[in-house]
């Protein structure tokens, strides 16, 4: 792993680094992130454009290699709440390899809270760009959709 801090912000250059900054993030949340899986499109693409609401607890994504647009996990059941906005780095760049990670509750694999962790395709800043609680039952099959 290569997370490094550079003023406020994070740094890393693998998919391990996003973990750690989503473990990280986490921790100061009180609700530790213990499942984690990464974004990959149906073609095979792991670099996308990424639009959440937090407040509907909606996010989306959109494949930069195949134009693939999918709601990461259960984001169906409340898209039609939502209000999404595209995200951006503070590069500049809106493409992302998008990282999900869960906090689980005590004693079971049901999910409690959603993180969603990204790294820059251009400069590798990484970051938790959303999060919310979220009662989405199984953490496998919530991860299998993201």
């Known amino acids: 792993m290569t997370l490094s801090k550079k003023g406020r912000y994070w740094y890393g250059t693998t998919p391990e680094d996003v973990q750690a ?5 986490s921790r100061k949340n ?78 079971s694999r049901d999910v409690r809270w959603y993180y969603i962790g990204c790294r820059c395709i251009k400069c590798n800043l990484v970051g938790v760009f959303a999060d919310w609680k979220c009662e989405a039952g199984d953490a496998d099959g919530f991860l299998a959709k993201v």
């Open 30 to 107: 009180t609700c530790l992130a213990q499942a984690f899986a990464m974004s990959v499109c149906a073609c095979g693409g792991r670099a996308f454009q990424f639009a959440a609401d937090e407040d509907a607890g909606v996010a989306e994504r959109r494949c930069e290699a195949c134009g693939a647009e999918a709601m990461m996990g259960d984001s169906a059941e409340y898209a039609d709440e939502a209000d999404t906005e595209l995200h951006e780095c503070v590069c500049g760049e809106d493409v992302f390899e998008l990282h999900s990670g869960v906090a689980l509750y005590e004693g």
């Open 21 to 25: 900054e989503i473990t990280r993030y």
